[in-house]
């Protein structure tokens, strides 16, 4: 509680107290329980706070009082409340809060701190706002650590590694140099000349992403001067470079790129409907998915109306059993939804807008606990510095997930509950008729 607390028993004798309570104080844990917290609590008016805590015990009623207690260049005013504690009709305890009082000087110094703290809080949002929306790469470097302050999900996109505030750039290591094939290091960005106070750039740069996509980038780097003087951090930028003849349509973007290096690891061959639907049935499959359930999808992502589940079988080349059963784990997530049709009493299934939301959010979930377990573990217990590295790298990756997760999910989420709340605000009346009425019954609505 943000109040000094002091609880005790139905004689008046103190048992229990918050560390607020011995801060304000100045006791220790051992010697503030027992009979005689209430000198401590009022040293300059013990007569008045004896009678007052003497009434209250036989009248077993709440009450407030004011006290001053000693602080280190003068004394600060106190307000307590006590509170009976009752069982049963019978007081067995009382329950004690107190609450320095703050002069208008002091309130307002507080005020301007809390005012000052927020201002900042805003701007610092502000900035990761305009840097997640900003088409550039862009990355923030500590000038004193050499860890990363900020960091946009361009940059990530275009090195092919993920970065996280407060990570250090080690993870660049997995990035390879077009020409050599040697690691990319931070001597080798112009953000090293950016932290030792110089400009650095425009500079290309050819790499090939742990994933084996290859890009070129074109690289600058700037100091961020300090308060004092000193720079107190450097910020690069990153953008990919096009080649020219492009086409009409103007660059390839890095994503597609990686997309046609992708089919090139399936063969080279042309994407034609029949092989969408092998090459979903295969990945999703590495994902640890059925390889039906990846090739339902495929052909339900072919098909503009809903497919019936003996049409989805035949093209399929199974049973209507091995799509039952699939289609039956699918809509359980919430990725498929059956509809039966009332001319042909046929199941019809269609995907879901949130395919595989449903594994995602578990996973986010799971990884937010992972990351929790861990830095639990490592409060409450005193290992050695091999093991603390371990399961700190072990805690930093699944929060790394975690928060990849929550970009991913967080605006297909709200696009989900705002297309809810029109679909219940259209169709009000669309519910369930009531339990005991068929279809055919006729009758004003409740």
Known sequence: MLQSVIVTDRLGRARQVNERWLTLSGQRRAAATGPDWLGTQAPEDSLRAAHAWQQALQDSQPFSATYALPAADSSVNVQWHHEPLREGGAVTGWLCTGEPILDAPALLETASQEATLERLALNLKGLRDALTHLPLGALIVDAQTHRIRLVNPQAQRLLGVTLAPGMTLSALSDVRLGASGSPLTVDRLPLRRALSGQRAGPEELNIQRPDGSRAQLRLSASPVPGPHGPISAAVMTLEEVVAEGAGAYGPLSSDMRRAQEAVTLHGGEPVTPGRFLTLMGELHEQMGFPSLEGRLIALLLLRAEPVSLGEAASVLNVSKVAVSKVSTVMQGRGDLQVIRSFSSREHLLALTDHNYVHDLSVRRVASWAISILCESLLDTNHLDA?????????????????????????????????????????????????????????????
């Open 386 to 446: 091999a093991t603390t590295r371990q399961i700190r790298t072990h805690l930093e990756t699944h929060t790394r997930v975690a928060v990849a997760l929550e970009r991913v999910l967080s605006p297909i989420e709200k696009r989900q509950a705002s297309a809810l709340a029109t679909h219940l605000r259209e169709n009000w009346d669309a519910v369930p008729a009531p339990a005991g009425r068929s279809d055919t019954d006729t009758g004003q609505p409740d």
